[in-house]
């Protein structure tokens, strides 16, 4: 059974930085595709960004391209996203999630597998 369990969430002010962490357990890690998403008190789960397997290919929303950075480390089975320039707007909480699969998907229902999320509160 694969477990993510995501860490790094906390309040910070409009213009600062946050790392989220997901480090996933139960099978072979470095084969699946993840991402990350958020979802916003009253608002549909969203896609923020995504890296294929190796790590070699990311894609990234619209709204955070420039600001955020997506990345893994196999070794340790984490993947990361590294966030910066933050505002008040990217308030949610933030889910990791896994493919059976290595390639990148933005689609939510593409990922088998999900974190319980950790919250993410930009103050302005």
């Known amino acids: 059974q694969v477990q993510l369990v995501e860490s790094g969430g906390g309040l910070v002010q409009a213009g600062g930085s946050l790392r989220l962490s997901c480090a996933a357990s139960g099978r072979p890690y470095s084969y699946a595709g993840m991402g990350w998403f958020r979802q916003a008190p009253g608002k549909a789960r969203e896609f923020v960004a995504a890296?294929?397997?190796?790590?070699?290919?990311?894609y990234y929303a619209d709204s955070v391209k420039g600001r955020f950075t997506i990345s893994r480390d196999n070794a340790k089975n984490t993947v990361y996203l590294q966030m910066n320039s933050l505002k008040p707007e990217d308030t949610a909480v933030y889910y990791c999630a896994s493919r059976n699969y290595a390639s990148i998907s933005r689609n939510l229902y593409d990922y088998t597998y999900w974190g319980r999320g950790t919250q993410v509160t930009v103050s302005s």
């Open positions: 890296v294929g397997g190796s790590g070699g290919n990311t």
